[in-house]
């Protein structure tokens, strides 16, 4: 394979697995409380901006921020799903993606008065470079890459595999079944939507090292997210994941042939392509998770 096509498949590759647990939690969410959670990437950015304070601030090391800042975001989104989503579970579609605009709003502000409109990174932050498919890959991004992937892996296993995880997907597919079945729909919903926040919190300590960070970094990956879920099909976790995949090459490869703009513009169209010809999603045939 030429060499420059092969370095441009490896970082769409990477770019993918950071976009496919980050879609992949709101997908989560979507999928078993049919809530459009706007606030979804302010979680991430706030990861990440928390992660340059214990990193950089606090001196703590790296892997400190890979358990603090999950943690904090589901403890975050339990808050969110306890005293705002909670009170919307029976209201018009609408209602819960004004309330989590709103969220969102407040978030973007907290966070730009906390640390200013300024971008801040980790550029020390595993140095160095490794090989992979005969492409030099920085670390940050490999690493980055192994732990999104990975964990989006993780988090799809225990949907299947799982008591908790097969009660969570039976509120998605059937929710009246499950309430009779005896499953506490509340509970499932709870956790979902703490698990959907960590995995956004963990996308933000990944970004960090590799991306600047600034209080708007929320607003412009969750449109990314959007596309990723509505080409892989609205509530469908594996096509979220195949999804994320596919339009992380494809913005590299639009990217290096049409300049970083187009190349990000190229998502949308796809986006628009399947909304016009698949609705469904590539993968979402009628089931969710």
Same mark, same amino acid.
């Given at each position: 394979?030429?060499?420059?096509?092969?370095?441009?498949?490896?970082?769409?590759?990477?770019?993918?697995?950071?976009?496919?647990?980050?879609?992949?939690?709101?997908?989560?969410?979507?999928?078993?409380?049919?809530?459009?959670?706007?606030?979804?990437?302010?979680?991430?950015?706030?990861?990440?901006?928390?992660?340059?304070?214990?990193?950089?601030?606090?001196?703590?090391?790296?892997?400190?921020?890979?358990?603090?800042?999950?943690?904090?975001?589901?403890?975050?989104?339990?808050?969110?799903?306890?005293?705002?989503?909670?009170?919307?579970?029976?209201?018009?579609?609408?209602?819960?993606?004004?309330?989590?605009?709103?969220?969102?709003?407040?978030?973007?502000?907290?966070?730009?008065?906390?640390?200013?409109?300024?971008?801040?990174?980790?550029?020390?932050?595993?140095?160095?470079?490794?090989?992979?498919?005969?492409?030099?890959? *920085?670390?940050?991004?490999?690493?980055?890459?192994?732990?999104?992937?990975?964990?989006?892996?993780?988090?799809?296993?225990?949907?299947?595999?799982?008591?908790?995880?097969?009660?969570?997907?039976?509120?998605?597919?059937?929710?009246?079944?499950?309430?009779?079945?005896?499953?506490?729909?509340?509970?499932?919903?709870?956790?979902?939507?703490?698990?959907?926040?960590?995995?956004?919190?963990?996308?933000?300590?990944?970004?960090?090292?590799?991306?600047? *960070?600034?209080?708007?970094?929320? *607003?412009?990956?969750?449109?990314?997210?959007?596309?990723?879920?509505?080409?892989?099909?609205?509530?469908?976790?594996?096509?979220?994941?195949?999804?994320?995949?596919?339009?992380?090459?494809?913005?590299?490869?639009?990217?290096?042939?049409?300049?970083?703009?187009?190349?990000?513009?190229?998502?949308?169209?796809?986006?628009?392509?399947?909304?016009?010809?698949?609705?469904?999603?590539?993968?979402?045939?009628?089931?969710?998770?």
């Amino acid at each position: 394979m030429n060499a420059p096509v092969l370095e441009l498949l490896v970082g769409g590759v990477l770019l993918g697995g950071l976009y496919a647990l980050m879609a992949g939690g709101l997908n989560l969410i979507f999928g078993v409380m049919r809530v459009v959670n706007f606030a979804h990437g302010e979680f991430l950015a706030i990861g990440a901006l928390v992660t340059v304070s214990l990193v950089a601030g606090a001196q703590a090391p790296y892997w400190v921020a890979l358990i603090v800042v999950p943690a904090g975001a589901a403890l975050a989104g339990l808050v969110l799903q306890t005293f705002v989503i909670r009170r919307l579970a029976d209201a018009p579609l609408i209602m819960s993606l004004l309330a989590t605009y709103a969220v969102s709003t407040v978030l973007v502000n907290a966070a730009i008065l906390i640390w200013g409109g300024g971008y801040r990174g980790l550029p020390g932050v595993l140095s160095g470079s490794v090989r992979v498919a005969g492409v030099d890959v *920085s670390v940050a991004r490999f690493t980055a890459f192994l732990v999104a992937i990975g964990t989006s892996l993780a988090v799809w296993i225990f949907l299947r595999s799982t008591r908790t995880g097969r009660a969570i997907r039976s509120v998605a597919q059937a929710p009246e079944l499950a309430i009779i079945s005896g499953i506490s729909v509340e509970r499932v919903r709870n956790i979902t939507f703490a698990l959907g926040s960590a995995m956004a919190g963990l996308a933000g300590v990944l970004m960090a090292p590799t991306f600047a *960070s600034d209080a708007q970094l929320g *607003s412009r990956f969750l449109i990314k997210a959007f596309a990723v879920i509505i080409v892989g099909g609205m509530g469908s976790y594996p096509g979220a994941i195949a999804a994320a995949m596919l339009l992380g090459i494809l913005e590299v490869f639009g990217g290096y042939a049409f300049g970083q703009v187009i190349g990000s513009a190229l998502l949308y169209l796809v986006m628009l392509a399947v909304l016009l010809v698949r609705p469904r999603g590539l993968l979402g045939v009628g089931a969710r998770i």
